[in-house]
């Protein structure tokens, strides 16, 4: 049978969320740059440990305006990708906002943390890494550089995340905290 996986992009407006999906689903990269308006969802049909899985990705905007929307989406994750731009250290210093607020909702889910535009150069780029690996070993989560415009590391690394996530026993029932935050919220 089929395995369903579903998979959040969260992180500030601009990181390259959407292209990250896009590289990664139709294996494409769009310069428009427009940002996405509350949330937006693509799929892929794929074989990951020789099981047939479906990802389900589900891409949210990183303005404020959003977030609450955006929340809604969180329950029942498998995997959450928090995405910050390589180039700019101030979306490397929000890591911990986005992981804090990913894990009120879901605290047991697994979060990875995706640098991208790994092809530009940067003075911010060293801080930016250095900020990521810190906050990588303090909650105990990947941390990848990647390429939307390239494609670099972009395959690879979702694919582990995926094949981590399938060996990883699923909630299904919502803890106290996720409900008494739904009430907060909703």
Same mark, same amino acid.
């Given at each position: 049978h089929k395995k369903n996986m579903k998979i959040i992009l969260l992180g500030e407006s601009g990181v390259g969320k959407t292209n990250i999906l896009q590289?990664? *689903?139709l294996n494409s990269f769009s310069? =428009? #740059? +427009? $940002?996405?308006? #509350? /949330?937006?969802?693509m799929s892929k049909n794929t074989k990951i440990k020789g099981q047939d899985v479906s990802l389900k990705f589900w891409d949210t905007a990183g303005q404020e305006r959003f977030r609450s929307v955006s929340r809604s989406f969180y329950v029942k994750t498998d995997v959450a990708l928090i995405v910050f731009d390589l180039t700019k250290a101030?979306?490397?210093?929000?890591? @911990?906002?986005w992981i804090k607020e990913y894990h009120q909702f879901c605290p047991n889910s697994q979060i990875t943390l995706f640098g991208n535009k790994q092809d530009l150069n940067s003075p911010e780029k060293e801080e930016s890494i250095e900020i990521a690996t810190q906050v990588a070993e303090k909650y105990k989560c990947?941390?990848? +550089? *990647? $390429?939307?415009?390239?494609g670099w590391q972009i395959e690879e690394s979702i694919t582990?995340? /995926? @094949?981590?996530?399938? =060996?990883?026993p699923k909630e299904d029932a919502? $803890?106290?905290?996720? +409900? +008494?935050?739904?009430? #907060?919220?909703?």
């Open positions: 590289r990664f *689903v310069e =428009d #740059g +427009q $940002s996405t308006l #509350g /949330v937006a969802h101030e979306t490397a210093l929000q890591l @911990e906002y990947n941390f990848y +550089q *990647v $390429s939307a415009l390239t582990k995340e /995926v @094949e981590i996530a399938i =060996d990883k919502p $803890s106290a905290l996720t +409900q +008494q935050n739904k009430k #907060g919220c909703c």
